[in-house]
């Protein structure tokens, strides 16, 4: 049973214009997200995260919604740069009522078109 | 300290051969973890350690599998009798725990094995 998803394998995004990922739980217990980017023959490196008790945190070009009652984040792009091309992985854990590993998705590549 | 280091990068074998994989993570870290990466998946949780303890496994870290992480420092991933299906990129990632804060994880850049 996956219990991060990421429904969209791939995504086409023209440079400049809005990219926007996203992904769905069904875990309840998760309070803690995160993204990650991974380029080819590299680990995956860390973006961006949420806890639960926020609903939007922003860092530069990056910015993570996350909607609890309908167990989605999402990663807005803005604007987008050829260099984000990459694979994009949504996680999750549950750290304030115990520690799970965090569950990864299946991943979105993205590809930004110049 | 350049982050999480992982050797070999890559490890070609034969099947029912034996192969052990070495990750040495951020020092102040007190967190490690292993996964198991194949083609259009992400990452699948295998094992992980707080300091030496080992704390989870995965139900898919089969009897063939063993960790270990001495002292709390360095860890090894070794299969036994390899098989085709482990052919697989292998990453470990560290990080710190801190009590009611977020847990970031920093990753190796994997090894990758491939059984022939």
């Known amino acids: 049973d996956q219990q991060v998803k990421q429904n969209s394998p791939s995504l086409s995004v023209q440079e400049g214009r809005i990219s926007i990922l996203n992904c769905d739980y069904t875990n309840s217990m998760f309070d803690y997200f995160l993204w990650y980017k991974k380029y080819p023959a590299e680990g995956p490196t860390f973006l961006i995260s949420i806890s639960s008790i926020k609903d939007k945190n922003e860092d530069g070009r990056f910015t993570v919604f996350l909607n609890k009652s309908a167990k989605h984040l999402s990663l807005h792009i803005v604007p987008s740069q050829p260099g984000d091309s990459a694979v994009y992985f949504c996680a999750a854990k549950a750290n304030r009522r115990g520690n799970t590993p965090l569950v990864f998705g299946k991943g979105t590549r993205l590809s930004v078109i110049a | 300290d350049t982050g999480v280091s992982q050797n070999p990068r890559h490890k070609i074998t034969k099947r029912g051969q034996n192969v052990t994989f070495r990750c040495d993570p951020i020092?102040?870290?007190?967190?490690l973890y292993w996964y198991r990466q194949t083609l259009g998946q992400g990452p699948e949780f295998l094992t992980y350690?707080?300091?030496?303890?080992?704390?989870?496994k995965s139900r898919l870290l089969s009897d063939r599998f063993s960790a270990e992480r001495p002292k709390g420092s360095f860890s090894t991933l070794e299969i036994q009798r390899t098989e085709q299906g482990d052919s697989a990129m292998y990453l470990c990632?560290?990080?710190?725990?801190?009590?009611?804060?977020?847990?970031?994880?920093?990753f190796g850049s994997g090894t990758r094995l491939t059984v022939v």
């Open positions: 990632a560290s990080s710190l725990a801190l009590e009611g804060q977020g847990e970031g994880y920093t």
């Open positions: 350690f707080q300091n030496e303890a080992q704390l989870e």
């Open positions: 020092s102040e870290h007190n967190r």
